[in-house]
T-cell receptor, first 115, second 112 residues
């Protein structure tokens, strides 16, 4: 069975510091991995994805994530946080061989950047 | 620019009412999804549609039904609303590769 875990409900970072939002997953085959961001009272917006190829994926707003197969992780990172990065972040996974409906979302991590 | 729209941002209904939530996408996408979002639970799939008139139950279909009469429109129906259906409802769509999902702004439904 597929699963995805975001072990931290909340991450607090000072502006200008690096940030990491953690995600680990479990799939039976090869994964598609995604990060989405949700700003207050908005729908989810796509940030980045790993499908195949380079393990380091760069996305919108200066975010990046590294696919680590041995640790089954896909942590979201940014070298220097901005107050405007404060939002709710969701990791998602789908087994490459599965139906489009079989995407699983994590429970979300609330990122708070203090000035 | 890609667009998914939902009929209402906020909706207040009474227990027992029939509720319609509509979603429209302008990307000619085959796949459309309805999720509900609750704090600490992430997104849970209610129903999925992979083509006109085709649907598949998600993880929590009880108390809901869907309709997809046209490719661009996917409706979620609460036959008899209950207070435990108070939630944020999100619609999404994907193209044939079925990877990146495009989400609507959400409908926050309150059932009194």
């Amino acid at each position: 069975a597929q699963s995805v875990a975001q072990p931290e409900d909340q991450v607090n970072v000072a502006e200008g510091n690096p940030l990491t939002v953690k995600c680990t997953y479990s799939v039976s085959g090869n994964p598609y991995l995604f990060w989405y961001v949700q700003y207050p009272n908005r729908g989810l917006q796509f940030l980045l994805k790993y499908i195949t190829g380079d393990n380091l994926v760069k996305g919108s707003y200066g975010f990046e994530a590294e696919f680590n197969k041995s640790q089954t992780s896909f942590h979201l990172k940014k070298p220097s946080a901005l107050v405007s990065d404060s939002a709710l972040y969701f990791c998602a996974v789908r087994d490459r061989g599965s139906s489009a409906s079989k995407i699983i979302f994590g429970s979300g991590t609330r990122l708070s950047i203090r000035p | 620019d890609v667009k998914v729209t939902q009929s209402s941002r906020y909706l207040v209904k009474r227990t027992g009412e029939k509720v319609f939530l509509e979603c429209v996408q302008d990307m000619d996408h085959e796949n459309m999804f309805w999720y509900r979002q609750d704090p600490g639970l992430g997104l849970r799939l209610i129903y999925f549609s992979y083509d006109v008139k085709m649907k598949e139950k998600g993880d929590i279909p009880e108390g809901y039904s869907v309709s997809r009469e046209k490719k661009e429109r996917f409706s979620l129906i609460l036959e008899s609303a209950s207070t435990n259906q108070t939630s944020m409802y999100l619609c999404a769509s994907t193209g044939p590769t079925a990877d990146t999902q495009y989400f609507g702004p959400g409908t926050r439904l309150t059932v009194l």
